[in-house]
């Protein structure tokens, strides 16, 4: 182990904070956490054409949101150019690189002669060993060259994985790979080993889509004669049908899941039960992964998203989660809420203390912040209540009739507690024969519009003496 651990996470600023770029956030802010080291944050912004900055907003803020915090200030590839530029000129002052002005004709004529001989396309390596002459005179023609690293040919290049194990590829089958391009850029593949060196990265833990890029890095890292990073390559995350992760499986931004109502803690909890786990331990707090939480234990195969599971996780979140603590989530995260635009314009002080004293009942029937919106819309909704067919339905069969025979009971109570409508309800239950069911049931649906809410008497209690009383002369008859 160094004397500290560095991890990086680096995405493209491209598109959204997707779901699996931000699980691999995740890993490296708890390994760093894990063993007192630090996370940097590096934006590769090299594509310029599809890098945007409304893309790097959205990476930061999903991050921010997720609560996965870096050390220092992000880190622009882009803004590193002249640094890789100086690097590359160091290897081909040292010979561990050339020159190679093979036009684009010969170059698909390569790629050609590969598909016609059924193998992998590579360069040929053609300009690795040509005279001075001929590098000279292609310079004369004002040919542009582009860089290549004069890649190890014999032997192999090993990746002794933290996850996938050791990993042997025989240099054979590694091509002296682009360093410099024609214009003067550098390419991905060599920024992302200057920049980590740079950096002082000592694990480089990422998606195992990137373990063939890994030997290639290996090699420009040997060229360097520079120490090679840890390397752990997690599997990618796979649909619940064991299909590659599509939007239909979840694919989608951070953002996404924020405006769904899934509360961060349970999903960083989730992020972290996709391929790793800690014996049959399910619920973790944030202090509990970073305590425990280490390379070996990240499984080999690809895991499965389920959103059914995501979504119980986030139910035992809001369950747990303090009253007052849930509603300040619940307001902070309204702006960004599907679903949510009545309570946007609503939420005030009497509204608060409504939705705090309801609290305890909603969250019980909630999976998301979005569910506890829709459970607490009989708390902002206007009267007269929009009753859904099935309330209805009660209150048509009957209940109306209770109800208007219950409101001389309940009009003389003053102190309009839970208790004290109970008391009343119960009593003109038994008065008049009927189930209590057969008089909540409509209390439910003329006071909520629906058959689904808190108890019912708490119910009462939120609402008020005046509401409740108003609602219920709404329907009675």
């Not at 005179?137 to 190890?152: D, N, T």
């Not at 992760?245 to 961060?264: C, E, I, N, Q, T």
């Not at 009989?378 to 209150?395: G, Q, S, T, V």
């Amino acid at each position: 182990m160094p004397d500290q651990v560095v991890t990086r996470f680096a995405p493209s600023p491209t598109g959204f904070l997707h779901i699996g770029g931000a699980r691999t956030a995740l890993f490296n802010w708890l390994y760093a956490r894990r063993f007192g080291g630090k996370m940097l944050l590096r934006i590769e912004d090299t594509d310029r054409e599809r890098s945007t900055d409304a893309a790097i907003a959205a990476i930061i803020d999903g991050l921010q949101w997720l609560g996965i915090e870096w050390d220092g200030e992000p880190i622009y590839q882009y803004a590193r150019a002249d640094r890789h530029r100086e690097a590359v000129l160091q290897l081909l002052t040292d010979g561990k690189a050339y020159k190679c002005f093979a036009s684009q004709q010969e170059l698909e004529q390569m790629r050609e002669q590969a598909r016609a001989e059924k193998r992998f396309p590579r360069y040929d390596g053609r300009w690795r060993d040509r005279s001075a002459e001929d590098i000279a005179a292609a310079e004369a023609s004002g040919a542009k060259p582009v860089i290549r690293l004069k890649a190890v040919q014999e032997g192999d290049t090993v990746i002794d994985d933290k996850v996938q194990g050791r990993v042997v590829i025989p240099n054979k089958d590694l091509d002296d790979l682009v360093l410099l391009r024609s214009d003067g850029n550098p390419t991905y593949m060599l920024a992302v080993v200057v920049d980590d060196h740079d950096m002082g990265v000592t694990h480089v833990i990422r998606g195992d889509d990137h373990l063939t890029n890994a030997a290639r890095q290996i090699q420009i890292y040997n060229a360097f004669g520079w120490h090679v990073p840890v390397m752990a390559h997690i599997p990618l995350i796979h649909g619940a049908d064991g299909a590659k992760l599509s939007k239909r499986h979840g694919a989608l931004g951070v953002d996404a899941y924020r405006a769904m109502g899934f509360l961060p803690a349970a999903l960083r909890n989730y992020l972290v039960r996709l391929g790793w786990s800690h014996g049959d331990k399910e619920i973790f707090s944030t202090e509990e992964m970073a305590g425990v939480f280490d390379l070996p234990q990240i499984g080999r195969s690809p895991s499965r998203f389920d959103f059914a599971k995501l979504e119980n996780l986030d139910g035992h979140y809001i369950r747990a989660t303090p009253d007052a603590e849930l509603l300040a989530m619940l307001e902070a995260t309204l702006p960004f809420l599907e679903g949510a635009e009545a309570l946007k314009g609503k939420l005030d002080d009497d509204l608060r203390q409504k939705l705090l004293a309801a609290m305890g009942g909603l969250k019980e029937r909630a999976k998301t912040l979005k569910d506890l919106v829709e459970g607490a819309r009989f708390l902002y909704a206007a009267r007269p209540l929009d009753i859904e067919a099935k309330a209805r339905e009660i209150l048509d069969n009957g209940g109306s009739a209770h109800l208007k025979a219950l409101l001389p009971a309940l009009e003389p109570v003053q102190d309009w507690t839970a208790a004290a409508t109970e008391a009343v309800v119960r009593q003109y239950a038994e008065a008049s024969g009927a189930k209590l069911g057969q008089i909540a049931q409509p209390l439910r649906a003329a006071l909520t519009g629906r058959l689904a809410s808190p108890g019912i008497f708490d119910v009462l209690a939120v609402l008020g003496r005046e509401e409740s009383l108003a609602r219920l002369r709404d329907v009675a008859k």
